[in-house]
């Protein structure tokens, strides 16, 4: 039974001298389609437009010997597969080892062994068919993979969105606000990708990352009860201690989702660093832990940046939105206390680029007074439980 495909395969003999592509052609033609060409150039032409599954090159030809067509044919992404046996009367170890070097598969010698030739022709052919399958299959499994891969960002895409988004629907923020604030962390990243102190944790793999967590920094507002979270007005202390405690149930929620799944991966890493962190201050005066300095995660400084900018450009029922110059000034103001300085300097030097995100994605009309109509309803719902 043959180990390649029924169809015959396409021989192409490559020789000078006719009684040599005669012979050949009448060893071969029984069992495989010959081509025979007499020029090596004639043998690159055919070989690009109609490669052959393998070829027989004599070295001695006139104008261009058979190393040269070798060389070429294997230069060629096109042609570089097909496999070449040189047949010639060059016998010497030398040439041979030439032969071979150049990315030939075998090398016989004349006089020719009938036998010996079709043998070698059909083991080789059997060679280049596997391979070829291998390869074919090698790409459908990379596509496969690579498809899997896609729909699995996709889920994981749409299952960050869906939990932010349900978290947004219990706070004063819109949701452009998470459009804006993942936007704003990845424009802070790649300015700082180079700087000598990120430049290591600033991939583009964890770029990509911010910018997909940064909207969960607040998903922990779910288990803030709504007597506290909707209070329209100023927090009694107690209450304000019942609010710090978001970041640590954001953190913790995914903390056990991920242990539950025993699925570890950079993405909730940083999820759960933006989550728990990006409350805390340069100056150790933030929450819920009171880290200081660069014990707080680089992607939760990124966070803090862009949250607070957002928070003061963004108007609310309750509040006017402050001018960009005015937050920009509030972000320097805030300069080694509570922000990195580095990423107060690199926020500066792209703040046109903030205030153009929060252009493209600003707030409208409808959308505040919607949000505050939901807000007004859940109130006053958790006033009467309250009561």
């Given at each position: 039974m043959d180990m390649y495909p029924s169809?015959?395969?396409?021989?192409?003999?490559?020789?000078?001298?006719?009684?040599?592509?005669?012979?050949?052609?009448?060893?071969?033609?029984?069992?495989?389609?010959?081509?025979?060409?007499?020029?090596?150039?004639?043998?690159?032409?055919?070989?690009?437009?109609?490669?052959?599954?393998?070829?027989?090159?004599?070295?001695?030809?006139?104008?261009?010997?058979?190393?040269?067509?070798?060389?070429?044919?294997?230069?060629?992404?096109?042609?570089?597969?097909?496999?070449?046996?040189?047949?010639?009367?060059?016998?010497?170890?030398?040439?041979?080892?030439?032969?071979?070097?150049?990315?030939?598969?075998?090398?016989?010698?004349?006089?020719?062994?009938?036998?010996?030739?079709?043998?070698?022709?059909?083991?080789?052919?059997?060679?280049?068919?596997?391979?070829?399958?291998?390869?074919?299959?090698?790409?459908?499994?990379?596509?496969?993979?690579?498809?899997?891969?896609?729909?699995?960002?996709?889920?994981?895409?749409?299952?960050?969105?869906?939990?932010?988004?349900?978290?947004?629907?219990?706070?004063?923020?819109?949701?452009?606000?998470?459009?804006?604030?993942?936007?704003?962390?990845q424009s802070l990243a790649r300015r700082?990708?180079?700087?000598?102190?990120?430049?290591?944790?600033?991939?583009?793999?964890?770029?990509?990352?911010?910018?997909?967590?940064?909207?969960?920094?607040?998903?922990?507002?779910?288990?803030?009860?709504?007597?506290?979270?909707?209070?329209?007005?100023?927090?009694?202390?107690?209450?304000?201690?019942?609010?710090?405690?978001?970041?640590?149930?954001?953190?913790?929620?995914?903390?056990?989702?991920?242990?539950?799944?025993?699925?570890?991966?950079?993405?909730?890493?940083?999820?759960?660093?933006?989550?728990?962190?990006?409350?805390?201050?340069?100056?150790?005066?933030?929450?819920?832990?009171?880290?200081?300095?660069?014990?707080?995660?680089?992607?939760?400084?990124?966070?803090?940046?862009?949250?607070?900018?957002?928070?003061?450009?963004?108007?609310?029922?309750?509040?006017?939105?402050?001018?960009?110059?005015?937050?920009?000034?509030?972000?320097?103001?805030?300069?080694?206390?509570?922000f990195d300085p580095d990423m107060v300097?690199?926020?500066?030097?792209?703040?046109?680029?903030?205030?153009?995100?929060?252009?493209?994605?600003?707030?409208?009309?409808?959308?505040?007074?919607?949000?505050?109509?939901?807000?007004?309803?859940?109130?006053?719902?958790?006033?009467?439980?309250?009561?």
């Open positions: 169809v015959n395969p396409t021989i192409l003999v490559v020789d000078d001298a006719p009684a040599n592509l005669s012979l050949i052609s009448g060893l071969l033609r029984d069992s495989y389609t010959v081509k025979a060409v007499n020029h090596g150039a004639k043998a690159l032409k055919i070989a690009s437009e109609e490669p052959p599954d393998l070829i027989l090159l004599d070295i001695m030809m006139p104008d261009m010997d058979g190393y040269e067509v070798c060389r070429r044919l294997k230069a060629d992404p096109q042609t570089r597969q097909i496999p070449v046996i040189f047949l010639t009367s060059k016998s010497d170890v030398e040439s041979e080892q030439l032969g071979m070097g150049l990315g030939a598969v075998d090398y016989v010698t004349r006089p020719i062994s009938p036998p010996i030739l079709i043998s070698r022709v059909k083991a080789h052919l059997v060679d280049a068919f596997h391979a070829r399958t291998l390869q074919v299959n090698n790409e459908y499994l990379e596509y496969e993979v690579s498809k899997r891969s896609r729909q699995m960002l996709a889920l994981q895409d749409v299952t960050t969105m869906a939990l932010a988004s349900l978290a947004e629907t219990r706070d004063a923020d819109t949701g452009n606000h998470l459009r804006r604030t993942q936007h704003y962390v700082l990708r180079t700087h000598p102190r990120f430049a290591d944790f600033l991939t583009e793999s964890r770029i990509l990352a911010l910018y997909k967590c940064a909207p969960l920094h607040d998903i922990g507002k779910v288990g803030i009860p709504d007597r506290v979270l909707l209070k329209p007005g100023r927090f009694e202390p107690a209450e304000w201690e019942v609010m710090k405690q978001h970041p640590t149930l954001g953190h913790d929620a995914i903390d056990k989702a991920v242990s539950k799944s025993e699925a570890s991966s950079e993405f909730l890493e940083i999820a759960k660093e933006i989550v728990y962190s990006h409350h805390e201050k340069w100056d150790g005066s933030g929450y819920p832990q009171g880290l200081a300095g660069d014990d707080i995660p680089v992607s939760a400084r990124l966070m803090a940046v862009a949250d607070v900018y957002d928070a003061l450009i963004c108007r609310r029922i309750y509040k006017k939105a402050a001018p960009h110059a005015q937050a920009v000034q509030i972000i320097v103001d805030g300069r080694g206390t509570h300097d690199a926020f500066c030097a792209i703040a046109q680029e903030f205030h153009a995100i929060a252009e493209r994605f600003a707030d409208s009309d409808e959308d505040l007074q919607q949000k505050a109509a939901i807000l007004a309803s859940m109130a006053a719902s958790a006033h009467e439980e309250h009561q």
